[in-house]
């Protein structure tokens, strides 16, 4: 299966800076990556498909980047309602596998 | 609205068995792969299995290879996953959700404990 790996764990950033999550593929999954949050007690909600379209609703302050197996997600000036786990997810390959998720929380 | 309701969650023994259902409504259900996803308590998301919108094509995630099946009843709108032989490591919340590859829309969850 492929390994999706998550860097930083945890990323302590104040309000209105910008915030880049990193997601890395065992092996190449092409372009075939979405970005999550989760809040507490909340279910996920897809952010990015395709690894780089916004899904519908989402603030163009989120952004993907990347392709083969370095992703990144930027989140251009933190508001207080993105502090969340965010979690990268690979659909190129069965199975469909997570990265561990990354935590952002405020500084 | 797209709708995901699940059912079946609660308390199983090591080995045993359990049934989750998922209800589906606000969309074509018959058109779209769904899947089961499941997180343990404080911990992050699995992919559990996926099924095909015809339920000719499913796959599952190796540790539950064997035990759980997947299934689904276009006709009833419905979802399920059969779970036999459960772990302790079988304990989370499963969301039923929609998509095959990535996952559009998410059920509240249903929480499932293994344990004696």
């Known amino acids: 299966e492929v390994v999706m790996t998550q860097s930083p764990a945890t990323l302590s950033v104040s309000p209105g800076e910008r915030a880049t999550l990193s997601c890395r593929a065992s092996?190449?999954?092409?372009?075939?990556l979405a970005w999550y949050q989760q809040k507490p007690g909340q279910v996920p909600r897809v952010l990015i498909y395709?690894?780089?379209t916004r899904a519908t609703g989402i603030p163009a302050r989120f952004g993907g980047s990347g392709s083969g197996t370095e992703f990144t997600l930027t989140i251009s000036s933190l508001q207080s309602e993105d502090f969340a786990v965010y979690y990268c997810?690979?659909?190129?390959?069965?199975?469909?596998?997570f990265g561990q998720g990354t935590k952002v929380e405020i500084k | 609205e797209v709708q995901l309701v699940e059912s079946g969650g609660g308390l199983v023994q090591p080995g045993g068995s359990l049934r989750l259902s998922c209800a589906a409504s606000?969309?074509?259900?018959?058109?779209?792969?769904m899947s089961w996803v499941r997180q343990a308590p404080g911990k992050g998301l699995e992919w559990v299995a996926n099924?095909?919108?015809?339920?000719?094509?499913?796959y599952y995630v190796d540790s539950v290879k064997g035990r759980f099946t997947i299934s689904r009843d276009n006709a009833k709108n419905s979802l399920y996953l059969q779970m036999n032989t459960m772990r302790a490591e079988d304990t989370a919340v499963y969301y039923c959700?929609?998509?095959?590859?990535?996952?559009?829309?998410w059920g509240q969850g249903t929480l499932v404990t293994v344990s004696s």
């Open positions: 959700v929609r998509g095959g590859w990535y996952v559009d829309y």
């Open positions: 606000g969309f074509t259900f018959n058109i779209y792969w």
């Open positions: 099924i095909k919108h015809d339920g000719s094509e499913r």
């Open positions: 092996q190449s999954v092409s372009s075939d």
């Open positions: 395709g690894a780089s």
């Open positions: 997810q690979q659909y190129n390959n069965w199975p469909r596998t």
